[in-house]
DNA sequence: CCTATCTCCTGTAGGC
DNA sequence: TGCCTACAGGAGATAG
């Protein structure tokens, strides 16, 4: 669910709240996620001050004033709540009273992980096209792979990645070491739009609820969807049958205007 | 190193 | 209505 516009639009709510203030007390659920924090880890952060609520790619990380960080990363359903509770709390902190309820019903959300290798922001100026040409040299693997490993470019999921490649007039199957550094130009420039819309609307909401943010509000992008999960595209043609599985992941793509 | 495939889990939509 | 299957915003592990 959640890529770069919805945790973005996530830490911006949660530096609004939290940032400044401290954390006074914390709980495990009951069914552990993946791996769950260690203890050692999140005692050391009770009674010390948020500092700064940052992002990198997917992941957020809450700085402490002890020097310390908390990383979390919400995976496919995970959500973050403010002043409530979830029917699937796996995790949750208090911050001088207010709950912070790390929940997910998938359960391949993380607490407490580590940072991996990242590629470049999209939004960043290191992100350009002499970058991404490079990137993609010799690659065999599918154009649409590639944008959605986070070592290349941190931040896309399927739903970016999926309507990047729309706009850029590129199918999601093409093989990534055949692109151009014209289309790598048209690909990036496109990234950038496509992303920064997702960060001002405030992410996707495609079903009822399966993002909100930490105040239950749902996010705008989902209008301005070209293609993903639609039977035509926003170009008018018809996008039946025009699905493929890319790295294990449905792909949507127009037939007649993505080459 | 690179690529493709499998896997972790639960909820829900759609077909019969 | 009710059951069964397929698939869902991610990404780490692993085999070739």
Redesign the pocket.
Known sequence: ???LPEVETVRRVLEERLKGRKLTSYEIGR?TF?RPPPRAQLDALIGATIVAVGRR???LILSFSVGRELIM?????GRIILGGKG??TRFQFTVEGEVVTFND????GRVGCEL?EFGPEPLSAEFDARYLFMALR?????IK??L?D?AVVAG????YATEALFAAGIRPGKA??GLTLAQCEKLVSVIKTVIALGVELGG????????LDPLGRPGGFQKQVAV??RKTGACGHSLKAT?Q?I????SMYCPVCQK
Do not use: C, V, W
Request: positive net charge; without cysteine; glycine residues 12%.
């Open positions: 669910m959640p890529e069914p993946y790619g997917k992941y990363h919400l995976g496919m359903s029917p699937h019903a998938r359960r391949f991996p010799k690659r065999k693997a599918p792979a590639m959605m986070q896309l999921g399927n739903i990534a070491g996707s909401t495609l079903d009822d609820s399966a993002y993903y999960g699905r599985m790295a294990g992941r449905t």
